[in-house]
């Protein structure tokens, strides 16, 4: 069953400056129990397709513009924000990017936590204390007796990251939204989190929508990856169809930007050149055809359809078209060998 | 540890702004018998000064007025024939601390809560009207509200005594007229750090755990959001209850306000230096007091001794 299905979803903002459109005519969807990956350099849009899973757009600028965003039976987009309330925290948890200024600074690390089992799951003070204390030691925290009544300033990055996700599973949400989990922390910690994660959803058979620009943190934990340029999904599919067989440069250009520790001679790492479009007044046809090595007329006007390969394997690229087939065989060439 | 040494800092500071009250006090032209002086004969001036060590060299006179001083004594007070300094201070004391501490609590929960909507209603209706009121609040003096509130609120209404001292009910007028100032800055104050702290990633936290806005608000925002107001708060409640001219005068409240004032007109040296002393020590002592607040307010907070 899925847990979330996005389709076509659009969010734009308000500035000064004119309306910014982050989302553009995102899909997406969740299977239950699996991890999802949402890739993408910064102002690509994906913290904020996180937010309006959440209906946490930055209000009153922000604003869902269209499309649907499908939570089991709920439709998102149009609930009343005291059933939104009801939803976040129980059924959707979060986890944030940086630890060091997520939680509270003048609160007890318990009373955080707590405090949903009180507001939200109406326990009695004793049994949420009871119930916190057992979820800390769970995420790792040695001695959560002693712990659950100090403040966060006594506690390491890593270990604030703990208790973020501590707070974030509190209610046994069914699916948690981890916006960049490691993106703040050490390289060893980083590793330690995403071990947790792991060994969470292993045992709670959570879903997890995984937003991260790190390829890295992909192979070790998605099973399925969505990279997002300029406000749209340019190309989607499992983490295998990723890694073994991209069909968009973008996300050419995002491996080959990982440098590669089995490499025995000694390689360039490729960085993508020129930035990404003005979402200001974003282009009518591919976002990336700026940037494209291979970009043809076509891409400058007209946005590509969605192309598949197989069932969980698409992308929006022109030179996948079959129009297109003796030139994208010469790209993807020059791509393998270059 | 802590305590001691601040302590012992307090009894240092004061000493240093009495020496130099003493010090600036007697370098302003001028004596307590100077607007007497001419239908005095010379003789009386003479025993008088005599009687308040006024003729003996000015280091004498700071080594006497120290060792009373070491007693808790301020000498008697030159204009008041009847009543020492200690006495002036302890009977004036009680109506302006009253006044001043109540002024204190309405500034601060109103101030509070006026912040509050506005930094909730940011760039809003709400927002704008509370702080025209706030700036309001600052711009009108006391000397004009306090007819003010005269007028509408004992003259015309009839409800409430007009002036002076007596029941609860004298209190309610003088004690708006002390608190809109205090009121108005701790909201202005309130509200910009409110904002700050709305855009904090931990209210998105407290967000994301479905709690309620009003709820999300008092238990994770307030806190935090008072953190930087307490520190003005101490300087403010300090003068406040110390009692202030204009609104004791026109209240005709026997707070010691006046006398802060009036002592300096006349010269009179030992109430210059005991209201400067008295008002010094309350304001170290607030300001030790804030700092212990700080501790439990923000536990970030350590009270160490500097080079521990």
Redesign the interface.
Known sequence: MRVLEIDNLHVSFKTRGGEIHAVRGVDLHVEDGETLAIVGESGCGKSVTAQSIMGMIPKPHGRIKGGSIKFRDHEMTTLSSKKLREIRGTEIGMIFQDPMTSLNPTMKIGHQIDEIFIKKLKLSRDEAKKKTIKLLQEVGIADPTTRYSDYSHQFSGGMRQRVVIAIALAANPSLLIADEPTTALDVTIQAQILELLKRIQLERQTSIVLITHDLGVVAELADRVSVMYAGIVVESGTVHDLFESPKHPYTWGLLKSVPNIHSQEKERLMAIEGTPPDLFDPPMGCPFAQRCPYAMEVCIEYLPEKEFFSESHSARCWLQDKRAKGYSEIAAGGERHG | MYVIKRLITMVVTLWIIMTLTFVIMNSIPGDPFASDAKSLPEEIVKNMRAKYNLDEPLPVQYVLYMKDLLHFDFGPSIQSKTRDVNTLIAEGFLPSAILGLQAMVVAIILGLALGIIAALNHNRGLDYLSMIVAIVGISVPSFILAPLLIKYGAVEAGILPVASWGTWQHTILPTIALAVGPLAIIARFVRTSMLEVLS???M?????????TV?IVC??GI??AI?PVISFIGPLFASIITGTFVVEKIFAIPGIGKYFVDSIFNRDYPVILGTTIFYSTILVLTLFLIDLCYRF????IKMTSGSE
């Open positions: 904090q990633n931990y998105k936290t407290a967000e994301a755990k479905g709690l309620s709820y238990k994770h806190r935090n953190i307010v923000d536990p970030r």
